[in-house]
């Protein structure tokens, strides 16, 4: 009985931390301007929202934010889709980092990944990896303690979908979860606040009136 006991707890640990990640993902990335970035997220589709706020006397002028077009990607469909908001439409496609991967000819020589070791930010206990793409290195830190995600957060504007050879690369080294911080020189973005709710579907969907291009 005591085996059994083990044996339930043992696999309850590895779903909580092998599960797939639905919730809400907030980041800040503040240098002349201040970057805010929503990621809504389920296990086949992310919604991504962004707003450019600039900085006036060393804070963010809240009353001057700009909502850049916000962007959907759908894992059954293997579409992108972009909003634009001011025209009511919409643009589908495949997705655009898969797409300058194949323009770059990114080869599996083109990618390193470091795993630095162990590092807590906040409550989240992380792993440090620096990654390479054709000399250019970023330096992200993933926690699984959120549990797995489809999308990598690699910088301002800058997603590794799952399908990415780059995502593929930091996965087999361990960095299967949610990015807390990355870097990239002076560049910072943090992961400034979370929700483990599954968003409402509404996030997914199509706004009423919105045509495709």
């Known amino acids: 009985m005591k085996k059994l006991t083990v044996l ?10 092998f599960a797939q990640f639905e919730g809400t993902l907030v980041y800040d990335c503040t240098l ?6 929503t990621l809504y997220e389920t296990k086949n589709k992310v919604k991504i929202e962004s707003k450019i706020y600039p900085m ?18 759908d894992f059954t469909t293997n579409k992108e889709v972009h909003f634009v908001d001011k025209h009511h439409v919409y643009t589908e496609g495949g997705f655009s980092q898969l797409n300058a991967e194949k323009e770059m000819k990114l080869s599996e020589g083109d990618i390193s990944v470091e795993s630095v070791g162990a ?35 690699a910088g301002i504007f800058l997603y590794y979908p799952l399908g990415s050879m780059i995502l ?3 996965k087999g080294a361990g ?4 990015v807390v911080k990355t870097q990239a020189g002076d560049q910072v973005v943090m992961l400034t606040n979370y929700q483990t709710k599954t968003p409402p579907a509404y996030n997914f969907e199509i706004p009423e009136g919105y045509k495709k291009m």
Do not use: P, Y
Request: proline share 0%; with cysteine; net charge positive.
């Open 56 to 73: 006036k006397e060393g804070a963010a002028d809240i009353t001057r934010g700009k909502e850049q077009d916000n962007m959907l990607l």
């Open 119 to 153: 590092e807590k930010i906040g409550k989240l206990d992380c792993q440090h990896f620096v990654v390479k793409v054709k000399g250019d290195q970023r330096d992200l830190w993933i926690t699984k303690d959120l549990g797995s995600s489809n999308i990598c957060l």
């Open 8 to 17: 339930v707890a043992l696999v309850g640990i590895f779903q909580v931390s």
């Open 175 to 178: 960095g299967d979860g949610v």
């Open 32 to 37: 002349k301007n201040k970057v805010m970035m």
């Open 168 to 170: 593929n690369k930091i």
